[in-house]
């Protein structure tokens, strides 16, 4: 702040003399006080905008910091999940193939058991062109039972005997159900429409064949009669 002395001799080199310098030397202190004032003032709104910011530089900085971090957890998290995942498919997978390489496995053993137990069958293969596959099945069963076969054999033995559709029809069959005489009987019977509707159709439309006899013939559809009723759990008259 300018002294008294040095406004004094400002004064005096404007021309102001008695009271007039007196009260210019008042004024131009009074102005220096309003210009420091000011002065402070902004230096202190200067320094309050600095601390705010700073602190605000701080606290972003600190949220930046601790969302990166999140971020970095959460990517380990999920690799974490991911290799988790990983690891589970592959243990699946392993099982998987594990469980069809010990049903592949059972499947051929329990064959060549069984093939040991088998006796040779004597039977003239299956010809979808002459045979009706019920009765080549009625016939089949009746041979086992005389050859004494554990049930359990008898779908080992039958494919032996089949050729041309049904031997596709076995072949299409899941492991499991090939090694079930009664799943397989079923899906022979089915290929062939032997169900109630397949009988009923060929009681109605099947004549008499080359070579066959009335007496053959009529064998022939009453067993498609009965097979209709059987199935249908119609009761005979």
């Known amino acids: 702040m300018t002294s008294v002395v040095e406004l004094t001799k400002v004064g005096k080199e404007l021309g102001y003399e008695g009271e007039e310098l007196r009260n210019f030397v008042k004024e131009e202190q ?7 004032q000011s002065s402070l003032e902004a230096e202190k ?5 600095e601390r705010v910011r700073l602190e605000l530089e701080a606290r972003l900085q600190k949220e930046k910091i601790e969302y990166e971090r999140k971020l970095e957890q959460d990517k380990l998290e999920m690799e974490k999940d991911k290799l988790m995942l990983a ?54 069963e009746t041979y086992a039972v005389a050859q004494d076969w554990d049930k359990e054999i008898w779908s080992l033995n039958l494919p032996f005997l089949l050729k041309g559709t049904a031997r596709e029809v076995f072949d299409r069959l899941p492991l499991e159900d090939r090694k079930d005489y009664d799943k397989l009987k079923a899906a022979l019977l089915r290929q062939f429409e032997l169900t109630d ?12 064949r080359d070579n066959e006899t009335f007496v053959m013939f009529l064998a022939r559809i009453s067993r498609y009669l009965d097979g209709w009723l059987r199935l249908s759990k119609v009761e005979k008259m």
């Open 45 to 49: 709104e200067r320094l309050e905008a």
């Open 30 to 36: 009074a102005r220096e006080r309003d210009e420091r």
């Open 197 to 208: 509707d397949g009988y009923k159709k060929k009681f109605r439309t099947e004549r008499p």
């Open 87 to 140: 690891r589970k498919l592959e243990t699946e997978k392993e099982e998987a193939e594990s469980r069809k390489l010990e049903t592949e496995h059972k499947f051929k053993t329990d064959l060549e058991k069984m093939s040991k137990k088998r006796v040779k069958v004597k039977m003239s293969p299956f010809d979808e062109k002459i045979d009706s596959m019920d009765a080549y099945l009625n016939v089949y």
